[in-house]
């Protein structure tokens, strides 16, 4: 007999203004800090300003990752136009400056 499991999940909406000039690196994200949903799972949602909110952003998670069972690889846009009211999070007036130096390029809708 076979079990069947149904998981639920939000549907991101695509935040992205154009595919024109986008570039996306491999990056490894880091589970430290990230909070298990009521399945267990810990996502990093698409669309997080990565790898933190601050001085520090080098750029913005291209996909979901699962770090349910530690770090993982994950896309990083590092260069592109980007939809900013579509983000999960609005980026931070300090992540706008390291970002928008590295080629991310944010638009209103």
Known sequence: MSHIKTVTTDVTP??????VGL????????ADGVSADENGYKIVPAGTV???????ATGILFEDVDVTYG??????????RIIKDRLPADPATEAVTP??????IFVTE
């Open 14 to 19: 695509n935040f992205l203004a154009s595919a």
């Open 23 to 30: 570039t996306v690196n491999t990056c490894t994200v880091s």
């Open 50 to 56: 990565y790898p933190s909110n601050d001085a520090k």
């Open 71 to 80: 770090d993982h690889e994950g896309a990083l846009i590092v260069a592109g």
């Open 99 to 104: 970002l928008t130096a590295s080629g991310i």
